[in-house]
């Protein structure tokens, strides 16, 4: 059975700093790049980051450029996104991917919330 489980969200001041994680099981975590997306209300899904089924190569959002870092742990099979100075309009669910060839799974979302 394959399960994404998204922790680490909460309330934080601006500035303030978030660390989630996404934990997955049922399928080959090394062979999949992984993605955290974003959604706020009324708002559509925004892809934050990304980072390769290695680690080797990652992307972000202009948003969250120098702000942001997604990284891995393949053999905990567990991909984090460390967010820091964080702006009351990153408030979002926050969303873990996996995607490759073989078809795409995705967690449930962790809310985070940036208000003073």
């Known amino acids: 059975q394959v399960q994404l489980v998204e922790s680490g969200g909460g309330l934080v001041q601006p500035g303030g700093s978030l660390r989630l994680s996404c934990a997955v099981s049922g399928f080959t975590f090394s062979r999949y790049a992984m993605n955290w997306y974003r959604q706020a209300p009324g708002k559509e899904r925004e892809l934050v980051a990304v980072?390769?089924?290695?680690?080797?190569?990652?992307n972000y959002a202009d948003s969250v450029k120098g702000r942001f870092t997604i990284s891995r742990d393949n053999a905990k099979k567990t991909v984090y996104l460390q967010m820091n100075s964080l702006k009351p309009e990153d408030t979002a669910v926050y969303l873990c991917n996996a995607a490759s060839w073989r078809g795409e799974y995705w967690g449930q979302g962790t809310q985070v919330i940036v208000s003073s």
């Open positions: 980072i390769s089924s290695t680690g080797g190569s990652t």
